[in-house]
């Protein structure tokens, strides 16, 4: 899964960013409006968590423009302000979701799986396939009942594969969602790390390489 946290509160910002990642999110950071647009203008990003109170472009700007651009990426407004009418105003602009400071950072993250489930088409709280079972929030896979120990990559690598119920991934895919926008698109970080995710996986081997095309969970 890939977040983009806005707030221009640098210290706080660069703390989710880091709890996020922990809990094997890609994650970049924009600490304004303005930054944050031209992320959001090259990035596909599946959740963004945006204060509302931002300098140079609002809040409420960035969530107006994403959601008129028609684009799939759910938001979440993390905002100090409490009170019923401005939850609401922020639910009107199109926010799927609403946080107060300050906020329980397991509550975050729960709200962030939440939202990602909602991506079109939508995917269920744990994901099972081929013997796999993976559930991200609370980070575990197991293959036919015995855990599976991954890195925080691995995990993000499997999770996207096991999203695509089958389906073929490519690597460009996988390093747009597992990896942050500082990644060198030209090194062999997602074939490595699809070696580890087989590897720690087993026999006999799920994950398949579609020549050409990218990657797939039988």
Known sequence: MRVLVVEDERLLADAIGAGLRNHAMAVDVAYDGDAALERLAVNDYDVVVLDRDLPVVSGDQVCTTLVESGSDTRILMLTAAAAVPARVAGLGLGADDYLTKPFDFADLIARIHALNRR?????????ERAGIRLDPHRRAVTRDGAPVSLSRKEFAV??????????????????????????DPFTGVVRFTIMMVRRKLGDPPVVDTVPGAGYRIR
């Open 119 to 127: 991506a079109r088409p939508a995917t269920p709280p744990v994901l």
């Open 158 to 183: 499997l999770h996207e594969l096991m999203r695509a119920a089958g389906g073929v991934v490519s690597a460009e895919q996988l390093l747009e969602k597992a990896w942050d926008e500082h990644t």
